[in-house]
């Protein structure tokens, strides 16, 4: 099959790139279905980088810089934050399209190219994280843009390009620069595929790719250097090391175990070892062993992250199709080579369906939402116009929590203590209580009360808040936190900074607040008895 017209491919990616941007920006405000919190997560990373700071210098977070750096370009050209990143995405997706393109008209033939390159603009450009979903949400949107730079330079290594059509330097600069996006986006995906991606130009004997790449990302890396100062990296690298000394937050998701051989796992796992031998078999083993190089990373990318969402199934489906040997070959259980290839595909394609599915209808499902329900988030922030969230779930308080501390008959009767421990702090045994939804509700309450009698906190206060995150500075109109973790990991980010320390007595994660009231602890702040409301306890901080 002849490779697609360059100019053709071009013009099918920017005619999708408007397509789903025009319809992700059509609604004229984002509207939230799940995931809340990691909306206000978004939020206020994106606030405090437009008050100038900088992720991992003056705020802890794992995430890396590139992840917020489109959406705040487009923010500070005037749009509301929920515009802005929508606008983002398409950013994002221009600034990758070329590499795309230098893939599909590159590497890949026919359907195979075409279902690339709209998988990849879907995946920058949806409106919801994947899996079988389908409420709308931004929830892990950064991961959706690493997998579509890691599809880019995963195909650019281990396939070779049409000999009509070689740039070995130019796709050396092209996966520099996707890697380089990688690290700073989510490094979990530049661990995972660095190497591999390095051995895939090795093997092919691409090293003018390899050098080109090595130097493109150097400079890269020099460049932050210049705009963020020699301290960005190892500031960056200790927020990444704050995730692996989490005890909730490392592997949030399935055991490992079960992303090898669990219900929603196995037939993947087996389509992909035997996709392996079948490119082996029919006389294509450098693919062979190169695709069994990748698969260590596409599993291990797929248990780090929260849903455990499978995508790189479309990355072999995509390959399968791209190596189809002539017919007439034999393969595992004599079946022909080309035919098992296809096949193979297929089972890879429809496991993942339902996921891409989610996706590619994200953009148009939230044109089409009621928004009858909706209301803004942060009503109290000007930035946050058109950031809309199902009421329902934002201002119903509904919490979980053990009846037998309420009722002590039921004592003989349960078993809670072991599954439900309670939190202490400084020898105070706290509610057992997790709240389940109304964090909207509840962290406004908070915020106000701290400017109310007894605490009468000033607006230039700082708070450390005791659970995996909290909007309470951006409802309360206080400071943030300096050096404090929008999105709690470990330790006690920021702590020396804070005013005072907020502990909920009814959390958001339980778990999260025991590791960070004893982090606390450990760290010898001198502390003023609680000032005390029903929904929390509020420790002054002796400067």
């Not at 790189?312 to 390959?319: D, E, F, G, T």
């Not at 000007?382 to 004592?411: G, H, K, N, S």
């Not at 909290?470 to 470990?490: H, K, M, T, V």
């Amino acid at each position: 099959m002849s490779r697609i017209s360059p100019g053709r491919y071009a013009v099918f990616l920017a005619v999708s790139i408007l397509v789903f941007g025009a319809a992700g920006l059509a609604k004229g405000g984002l509207y939230i279905g799940r995931h809340e919190g990691d909306t206000a997560h978004m939020i206020e990373i994106v606030l405090r980088m437009l008050d100038g700071q900088v992720p991992h210098l003056d705020f802890s977070t794992p995430i890396g810089i590139f992840a917020f750096l489109p959406v705040v370009a487009v923010a500070k050209a005037g749009l509301g934050l929920g515009q802005a990143f929508v606008a983002g995405q398409i950013v994002v997706a221009v600034l990758l399209a070329p590499a795309i393109w230098r893939v599909g008209i590159s590497r890949l033939t026919g359907i195979a190219a075409w279902g690339y390159g709209l998988v990849s603009v879907a995946m920058i450009l949806a409106l919801v994280h994947g899996e079988d979903v389908a409420a709308l949400s931004v929830s892990m949107y950064y991961n959706r843009w690493a997998w579509a730079a890691a599809f880019a330079a995963i195909l650019l290594s281990l396939l070779p390009a049409d000999p009509r059509r070689e740039a070995p330097g130019l796709d050396g600069v092209f996966t520099g620069a996707l890697l380089a996006v990688l690290a700073l986006v989510k490094p979990t995906f530049f661990v995972a595929f660095v190497l591999p991606v390095a051995l895939g130009f090795i093997l092919r004997g691409a090293w003018r790719s390899l050098a080109a790449g090595i130097v493109t990302g150097l400079v890269i890396a020099a460049a932050m250097v210049a705009l963020y100062g020699v301290d960005f990296f190892p500031a960056y690298i200790a927020d990444l090391l704050s995730v692996t000394r989490s005890e909730t937050r490392a592997a949030p998701g399935v055991p490992f175990m079960e992303i090898l051989n669990g219900p929603r796992f196995l037939i993947g796992t087996v389509a992909l070892l035997l996709s392996v031998i079948v490119l082996r078999q029919s006389g294509q083993g450098r693919s062979g062993l190169l695709l069994l190089l990748f698969a260590p990373g596409f599993l291990y990318v797929t248990y780090q992250n929260f849903g455990n969402d499978p995508k790189w199934l479309m990355l072999l489906a995509v390959l399968l199709l791209a190596h189809r040997p002539p017919r007439g070959m034999r393969v595992l259980f004599n079946a022909d080579a080309r035919n098992a290839s296809a096949a193979l595909a297929l089972v890879a394609f429809a496991l993942v369906a339902p996921s891409f599915q989610n996706i590619v209808t994200s953009p148009f499902r939230h044109l089409a939402e009621d928004t009858e329900g909706y209301g803004l988030q942060f009503p109290e922030r000007a930035e946050t116009y058109d950031i809309f969230v199902r009421v329902q779930r934002t201002q119903m308080v509904l919490a979980r929590e053990a009846l037998v501390d309420r009722y002590a008959q039921l004592a003989p009767y349960v078993t809670e203590d072991a599954l439900f421990e309670p939190v202490t702090f400084l020898g105070e045994r706290l509610p057992r209580c997790t709240l389940d939804s109304g964090d909207g509700a509840m962290h406004r309450y908070m915020a106000d009360r701290l400017k109310e009698v007894p605490f009468n906190y000033p607006p230039e206060a700082q708070f450390f808040v005791a659970d995996i995150a909290s909007a309470i500075w951006i409802l309360g109109d206080f400071a943030p936190l300096e050096g404090g973790a929008p999105w709690y990991y470990s330790g006690a980010p920021g702590v020396g900074h804070a005013d005072a320390i907020i502990v909920p007595t009814c959390p958001i994660a339980p778990e999260v607040q025991r590791n960070a009231l004893a982090a606390i602890e450990a760290a010898g702040l001198t502390l003023r008895p609680p000032l005390r409301d029903e929904m929390m306890l509020v420790y002054p901080v002796v400067k």
